[in-house]
């Protein structure tokens, strides 16, 4: 439409001359995290540590964890919730409205995978604040070290975790060192790095499409179809997932740190 207006042609005329002479075509822009120099620099040195790293270690022992709210009403896609309505209609009552609640009702999720398991979701509830005291005790102590200790019985494992402040404090750095020695420290892992984590690049999308469209009439609702869909996950699809990630990794360093799923 603008470059109709800026030419004085029709919109038409436009529509052929990119069409036919052109040969283009229309794409939607590809979503990505933001990137600074310093970030593409940083991300291009570690993943060339953690490809040195898994040349010794197994990508498939990395515990991938992540945290993600969940809200008891999927926002509308206003690209594909549509109506079918006569033109007379089109600007009638009949015509349904899309909305959602300013602050829906919502809960925290943890949880982590492997190629080979899942770690029990843990939800935090919307008024409680993630520190430092509720990261190591309920979600390391009281709901991973169990899962570690009975997944692994006694094998190698590797965490891996994002660098949010509860996660890199010194009283959480000391609960690592005694019960996750190993752990993906920040030497090694990149911040500003969802493209390199399973759980952020591909299973909670999983997770939302086998929720999606639903409406919740309550939180507890909502964790219960988590569960559900949490569970249906099998094993199959996590060990493909974190098969993935060294190639991403090399994709990476291919792009020079910079985004890189156009590579894949």
Same mark, same amino acid.
């Given at each position: ?5 800026q030419?004085?042609?029709?919109? /038409? ?14 794409? *939607? ?8 120099d310093?970030? *593409?620099a940083?991300?291009?040195? *570690?993943?060339? @540590?953690?490809?040195?790293h ?22 509308p ?16 009552p ?12 919502? %809960? ?20 409680? *604040?993630i ?29 891996q975790?994002?660098?949010? +402040?509860?996660?890199? /404090?010194? /009283? ?9 020695p190993g ?8 911040? /500003?790095?969802?493209?390199?984590? +399973? ?14 469209? @639903? ?6 609702d ?20 974190v098969?993935? %990630? @060294? ?15 156009i590579?894949?």
């Open positions: 439409n603008r470059m109709a207006s030419l004085g042609i029709a919109r /038409s005329t436009v529509q052929s001359i990119v069409k036919n002479d052109l040969k283009l075509k229309s794409y *939607k822009l590809r979503r990505g995290q933001y990137l600074s310093k970030s *593409k940083m991300r291009l040195e *570690k993943c060339r @540590k953690l490809l040195q898994f040349q010794v270690r197994r990508v498939s022992d990395v515990i991938w964890t992540d945290e993600k709210i969940f809200t008891i009403e999927p926002l896609n206003r690209q594909n919730q549509r109506q079918l309505l006569s033109k007379d209609d089109s600007m009638s009949k015509r349904r409205l899309a909305h959602n609640r300013l602050f829906p009702k919502s %809960v925290m999720v943890w949880a982590g995978i492997t190629a080979t398991g899942k770690t029990p979701l843990v939800f935090i509830e919307r008024n409680v *604040k520190n430092s005291e509720v990261y190591q005790k309920i979600v390391l102590m009281d709901n991973l070290l169990p899962w570690v200790t009975q997944h692994f019985a006694g094998g190698p494992f590797i965490l975790q994002d660098w949010a +402040p509860s996660h890199g /404090s010194r /009283s959480t750095l000391a609960v690592l060192e005694a019960h996750f752990f993906l420290d920040k030497n090694l892992w990149p911040a /500003s790095s969802p493209d390199l984590n +399973p759980m952020d690049f591909s299973v909670w999308g999983m997770l939302e499409g086998k929720i999606a469209g @639903k409406v919740f009439a309550t939180v507890d909502l964790k219960a179809a988590l569960e559900v869909a949490w569970a249906s996950i099998d094993d199959g699809y996590l060990r493909r997932t098969n993935s %990630v @060294k190639k991403r990794l090399r994709a990476c360093v291919k792009a020079r740190g910079s985004n890189f799923e590579l894949l």
